[in-house]
C-alpha cells in the first residue's frame, strides 16, 4: 500500500509506501494525478518518503511500477527521495545508467 496526498497548491504529490508495492498501488496514484497532468501540463514534483522500503509484493507490481515510470517521467519536474533505507542510494546510478537506454527508444529517462 502506498499513502499518497496531492499537494494541488504546490503540484506536488508526497507518496509513502508502508506494506510491499503491488500493481493496484500504481493505478490509484496514476488515478490521482492523472487530472492534475491532464489540467496542469505537468507535476512540479513527486516526493517519496518512507523509512524503508518495502518492496514488491510480486513482479506484476515490479512491472506496474516500471509502466507507471515510463508513462508519467515526461510529466514529472523533479523527484526526490528521503528516506533512511540504504536501497534508495541506488537511484541516482540507476537513473544514469537508464536514462541513455530510455533516450534511445524515445523516452527522455528515468526521473
Do not use: C
Amino acid at each position: 500500500m502506498i499513502k499518497s496526498e496531492l499537494l494541488k497548491d504546490k503540484g506536488v504529490l508526497v507518496v509513502s509506501p508502508v506494506d510491499p508495492l503491488a500493481a493496484s498501488d500504481f493505478e490509484h496514484l496514476a488515478e490521482e494525478i492523472d487530472p492534475y497532468i491532464e489540467q496542469n501540463g505537468r507535476l512540479h514534483g513527486l516526493m517519496v518518503y518512507t523509512e524503508f522500503f518495502p518492496g514488491w509484493a510480486d513482479f506484476a507490481a515490479l512491472i506496474s511500477h516500471l509502466k507507471f515510470v515510463r508513462n508519467h517521467q515526461s510529466r514529472i519536474e523533479k523527484v526526490a527521495a528521503v528516506s533512511d533505507s540504504g536501497f534508495l542510494r541506488i537511484i541516482p546510478s540507476v537513473e544514469r545508467t537508464a536514462a541513455p537506454v530510455a533516450q534511445s527508444r524515445g523516452s527522455s529517462g528515468v526521473s
